[in-house]
């Protein structure tokens, strides 16, 4: 079964610092990668997603996610963080076929600092 | 503008009533979803849907039943609730080759 691991569940930063949210995964093929990013109230949107090739993804706000098969981690980064950035981030792992479910991360609350 | 509509966005139900609740896309997605979030335990599948009148089980079906009688619409019904189905629940749909879900805006079930 996959599973998707976000150790941290609160991360400080302050306003142009850089930024690295941790996501592990479980999965017994090579798996499909996703972040998204959920601001208060709203729904869940796509920053970037891995399904093959280049191990560096780049994603929209200038967020980018390296995939580490060794590591079985695909963390999330930012070089300087806006306020606008503090939401809650999500880490899911799928597969195409069998319906493309997607199993989520319990999420990292990201808080700026001014 | 495109994307999923969820309806309503806030209930409050007491214990044993029942309700719908609608989820509508206009992307002439395959894929349909039902997710359920709750603080620290991040969204757990529900129900999903491959196709116009098939629906399947996903993590936590127990209590809620879905249909998906034309492909735009997935809905997701709760017979009798159970303060224990209070939470967020969000749509999403997907096309069939992967690409990632689009998401509803949620819709806040409070039981009582």
């Known amino acids: 079964a996959q599973s998707v691991t976000q150790p941290d569940i609160h991360i400080t930063v302050s306003e142009g610092a850089s930024l690295e949210l941790r996501c592990n995964y479980s999965y017994g093929a090579t798996p499909y990668l996703f972040w998204y990013v959920q601001s208060p109230g709203q729904g869940l949107q796509l920053l970037l997603k891995?399904?093959?090739?280049?191990?560096l993804v780049q994603g929209i706000k200038g967020f980018e996610a390296e995939f580490k098969r060794s590591q079985s981690s695909f963390n999330l980064r930012k070089p300087s963080v806006h306020w606008s950035d503090a939401a809650e981030y999500f880490c899911?792992?799928?597969?195409?076929?069998?319906?493309?479910?997607?199993?989520f991360g319990t999420g990292t609350q990201l808080k700026v600092e001014l | 503008n495109a994307g999923v509509t969820q309806t309503p966005k806030f209930r409050v139900l007491k214990t044993g009533q029942s309700m719908t609740l609608l989820c509508a896309q206009d992307?002439?997605?395959?894929?349909m979803y039902w997710y359920r979030q709750d603080p620290g335990m991040g969204l757990r599948l529900i129900h999903y849907?491959?196709?116009?009148?098939?629906?399947a089980k996903g993590e936590v079906p127990d209590g809620y039943n879905v249909s998906r009688l034309k492909k735009q619409n997935f809905l997701l019904g709760l017979e009798s609730a159970a303060p224990s189905q209070t939470s967020v629940y969000f749509c999403?749909?997907?096309?069939?080759?992967?690409?990632?879900?689009?998401f509803g805006s949620g819709t806040r079930l409070t039981v009582v």
């Open positions: 849907s491959v196709g116009e009148g098939t629906t």
């Open positions: 891995y399904f093959s090739g280049d191990t």
């Open positions: 899911a792992v799928g597969r195409t076929g069998g319906g493309n479910k997607l199993t």
């Open positions: 992307m002439n997605h395959e894929y």
């Open positions: 999403a749909s997907s096309p069939r080759g992967g690409d990632g879900y689009t």
